[in-house]
């Protein structure tokens, strides 16, 4: 029962450097999402993916991408990394039905210098 | 704009005692409501919904939440502490007819022995 993975667990980027987070689920869900957490700032989203082939931004999606590769799979791509991207991201999956919860990745840690 | 608010970024209780951890929203029409853990390192875990009906909903670990629509509060709750329930916990919305949760920014409960 692997749920939702995440790769990798930790990162140190230097600016400017780009990066590709990965993240798969094995629970055949349809929706995935990116969030990043900061301290005293909750969750906020970055991108979300509501079925296979469809991507929208969320609330702060300047200078990441997304690729819904497959029905599993869902990266984030920083393309030049700045400092203050330095966060956790995680990543999350649910059923299309929004009254089911999410299932979270344990987190990748992400520094960027 | 839709939010979620927990005012109290810490709440201290002893143990055996009940505990409260506030969230109170700001959305329009009968949004589902959630309530999350986060343990040290860790992605957030499910411990509770409300969808419709009862307005006291029970969950894992013998959490509970109460549904107030006037005040448009969900409070969790639990009647007795256990040192192993200090975490970081949020509540999130997420407004019918979307693809999308909005989270509050986390209170943090430590339960002292």
């Known amino acids: 029962n692997a749920g939702v993975t995440q790769t990798p667990k930790f990162q140190v980027l230097k600016t400017g450097q780009s990066m590709t987070l990965q993240c798969a689920q094995d629970?055949?869900?349809?929706?995935m999402y990116w969030y990043r957490q900061d301290p005293g700032m909750g969750l906020r989203l970055i991108y979300y993916s509501a079925s296979e082939g469809t991507t929208d931004k969320g609330e702060v999606p300047n200078g990441y991408n997304v690729s819904r590769l497959n029905k599993r799979e869902f990266s984030l791509r920083l393309e030049s990394a700045a400092p203050s991207q330095t966060s956790v991201y995680f990543c999350?999956?649910?059923?299309?039905?929004?009254?089911?919860?999410?299932?979270f990745g344990d987190g990748t840690r992400l520094s960027i210098l | 704009a839709q939010s979620v608010a927990q005012p109290e970024d810490q709440v201290n209780v002893a143990e055996g005692n009940p505990l409260t951890v506030k969230c109170t929203y700001s959305?329009?029409?009968?949004?589902?409501l959630f309530w999350y853990v986060q343990y040290p390192n860790r992605g957030l875990q499910f411990l509770l919904k409300?969808?419709?009906?009862?307005?006291l909903v029970k969950g894992s670990y013998g959490f509970e939440a109460e549904f107030n629509k006037s005040q448009t509060s969900f409070h969790l709750k639990k009647p007795s502490a256990l040192v192993s329930d200090s975490a970081l916990y949020f509540c999130?919305?997420?407004?019918?007819?979307?693809?999308?949760?909005?989270f509050g920014t986390g209170t943090r409960l430590k339960v002292l022995a």
């Open positions: 629970m055949n869900h349809n929706s």
């Open positions: 409300y969808i419709t009906g009862d307005n």
């Open positions: 999350a999956s649910t059923r299309q039905d929004t009254n089911q919860p999410q299932h």
């Open positions: 959305v329009s029409g009968n949004p589902y």
């Open positions: 999130a919305v997420s407004p019918s007819g979307t693809y999308k949760y909005i």
